[in-house]
């Protein structure tokens, strides 16, 4: 009993001790308000072919300033429902940005493509809040192929003087290079 009376007397004065520490001094701080400065843009989407929805990529609407492939700020897309409607906003967007798209990003942040691009001229900086409006973007879209798989082709297949396999996929040629046209290395025969 005498054991159990002096952790009793421990736990107490433990407990004591806890709360004068956890107790704050009691001050009363003014509330902070953030204010949301910059552009603000909004836009509605239907996404066409969802199927093709990029899954080691994100889609982001994005704003960027001049020639730059990070965008300066930029806000996830998630995956629709086939017929939905995705309504999406994107505030704080700096004074400088040069232009605000729907893009596809990597895991650095880093724009693959642009499934669609809104350039901002100096006279429309004045408006602080900017309409997209509603969009249709086609996931199946034959640029983001071009952008987001042969990229890393072209070394061999037209990135010099040189195509291999006589096949060119460097931009404005891949697509005449793949699309409706027989192979010329495999034919028939060998399948």
Known sequence: MKFVLKYKYYYILLTLSLSIVACDSGDIYEETTFKNEGIKCNTSIIFKNISSWPIDYQVAIAAYKKEEAIPSISKAIGKPSIGDTTH??????????????????????????????????????????????????DLLDFTRVQNQFFSNCINCHGGSSYAAADLNLTEGYSYNALVNVNSKIVNEKNW
Not at 108 to 123: A, C, E, F, M
């Open 88 to 137: 999406i906003e994107l505030t704080g967007i700096p004074f400088d940005t040069d232009r605000i798209s729907i893009s596809i990003l990597n895991k650095s942040r880093k724009s693959v493509t642009d499934l669609y691009s809104h350039s901002i001229q100096p006279k429309e900086i004045e408006s602080q809040i900017r309409s997209l409006g509603l969009l249709s973007i």
